[in-house]
C-alpha cells in the first residue's frame, strides 16, 4: 500500500462544474497536507495547504481534512479549462524531517 | 524572478557518464529539497537540506548520488555513471522553516530533464 493514495482519473467535468479530487494517507503522525497543480511538462505548483481538520477556502478552491479518517479532499469550483491538469497531494509528518510524500496524482480534464 | 530556479533545464547524456544539476532557491528560504520524478508518478523524495547541512537522504537513493550544497545558498546534485533508469525530473524546492517541527509549504522550480541514452 502507497503511503498516499489517490485515483489517478482522468476526471472529466464539464466547465462550471464542481471537481472533487480526493486522498487517503496511512500515517497517522501526518500533520502538514498540501495540494500541488501539475501541467504537463511542468513542475508541481502549491494550490493549497491545510494543517488542522475542517475546511479551506482560497477563492474557487477548497481544501478539506478530516485526520480520524485520515482523508484529505480539494474542491475546484466553477472549474475551468484552464484547471485542466494533474493535482498532487503530499503529505508531511510535522517533524524536523519535512520531506512531502507524494500521491501519483489524479488527472482531471475540464470540457468546454 | 525570485523563484527557485534550475540549471540545466535539460540534459541528454550516454549511459556511464556523470552528470550534474544546480539548484538556486528563494534567497530567503533556509531548506532545499531534491526529488525525482517519472511520468505518471508523483516527486519522489532523494534528499534535503537545512541550511548547509544535508539532513536526509532516502534509503533507495543509490551511492551513484550525491548532493551538496556549501554554503547554504545553491545546491548541486550529482550522479555517477548515469543508467537508463535514471531518465527523470529531477526537481529542486525550497521552503522556509523558523521554528524545530515547522514545516512550510514547499516552492518547486522547473526542473532538470535528464535522458540517458
Known amino acids: 500500500q502507497k503511503e498516499v493514495e489517490q485515483n489517478s482519473g482522468p476526471l472529466s467535468v464539464p466547465e462550471g462544474a464542481i471537481a472533487s479530487l480526493n486522498c487517503t494517507y496511512s500515517?497517522?503522525?501526518?500533520?502538514?497536507f498540501f495540494w500541488y497543480r501539475q501541467y504537463s511538462g511542468k513542475s508541481p505548483e502549491l494550490i493549497m495547504s491545510?494543517?488542522?481538520?475542517g475546511d479551506k477556502e482560497d477563492g474557487r478552491f477548497t481544501a478539506q481534512l478530516n485526520k480520524a479518517s485520515q482523508y484529505v479532499s480539494l474542491l475546484i469550483r466553477d472549474s475551468q479549462p484552464s484547471d485542466s491538469a494533474t493535482y498532487l497531494c503530499?503529505?508531511?509528518?510535522?517533524?524536523?524531517?519535512?520531506?512531502?510524500?507524494f500521491g501519483d496524482g489524479t488527472t482531471l480534464t475540464v470540457k468546454p | 524572478d525570485t523563484g527557485v530556479s534550475q540549471n540545466p533545464r535539460h540534459k541528454i547524456t550516454k549511459r556511464g557518464q556523470n552528470v550534474t544539476f544546480r539548484c538556486d532557491p528563494i534567497?530567503?528560504?533556509?531548506?532545499l529539497y531534491w526529488y525525482r520524478q517519472t511520468l505518471g508518478q508523483g516527486p519522489e523524495f532523494l534528499t534535503y537540506?537545512?541550511?548547509?547541512?544535508?539532513?536526509?537522504k532516502s534509503r533507495l537513493l543509490s551511492d551513484r548520488f550525491s548532493a551538496e550544497r556549501p554554503k547554504g545558498s545553491f545546491s548541486t546534485l550529482e550522479i555517477q555513471r548515469t543508467e537508463q533508469g535514471d531518465s527523470a525530473m529531477y526537481l529542486c524546492?525550497?521552503?522556509?522553516?523558523?521554528?524545530?517541527?515547522?514545516?512550510?509549504?514547499?516552492?518547486f522550480g522547473p526542473g532538470t530533464r535528464l535522458t540517458v541514452l
Open positions: 537540506f537545512q541550511n548547509e547541512a544535508q539532513l536526509e
Open positions: 534567497s530567503e528560504h533556509n531548506r
Open positions: 500515517d497517522r503522525g501526518s500533520q502538514s
Open positions: 524546492a525550497s521552503s522556509l522553516v523558523v521554528l524545530a517541527g515547522d514545516t512550510r509549504e514547499q516552492f
Open positions: 503530499a503529505v508531511n509528518r510535522n517533524t524536523n524531517a519535512g520531506k512531502s510524500t
Open positions: 491545510i494543517y488542522s481538520n
